[in-house]
Nanobody, 121 residues
Framework: QVQLVESGGGLVQAGGSLRLSCAAS????????MGWFRQAPGKEREFVTG????????AYRDSVKGRFTISRDNAKNTVYLQMRSLKPEDTGVYYC??????????????WGQGTQVTVSS
């Protein structure tokens, strides 16, 4: 059974930083495309960043480029999202996601429960 468990969310002031973690079980994260999505109140869930199963250059949505970094520690079966220079518009529930196919990274098969990130102005 695949499980993705996010942690590291919280309340931070604008300009601050947070690091989210996603611990995976029931799969080998290095063999999956892994990504982060977010959903702000009243809005649809949106892709934030993702990295293919073979590694390579991650993909980022334009609004987070240069501020967010995705990384993975295959030995720990964990994926991270380092967020810097946070803005109020980054507020939302952040979800970890996984799919065995890199091509399906934008519509993944597996989801975590989410962790709340709130950025105050």
């Amino acid at each position: 059974q695949v499980q993705l468990v996010e942690s590291g969310g919280g309340l931070v002031q604008a300009g601050g930083s947070l690091r989210l973690s996603c611990a995976a079980s029931g799969l080998t994260s290095g063999n999956y495309a892994m990504g982060w999505f977010r959903q702000a109140p009243g809005k649809e869930r949106e892709f934030v960043t993702g990295i293919g199963r073979g590694g390579g250059n991650p993909a980022y949505r334009d609004s987070v480029k240069g501020r967010f970094t995705i990384s993975r520690d295959n030995a720990k079966n964990t994926v991270y999202l380092q967020m810097r220079s946070l803005k109020p518009e980054d507020t939302g529930v952040y979800y970890c996601a996984a799919d065995p196919n890199t091509a399906d990274m934008y519509r993944p098969s597996y989801w975590g429960q989410g962790t709340q990130v709130t950025v105050s102005s």
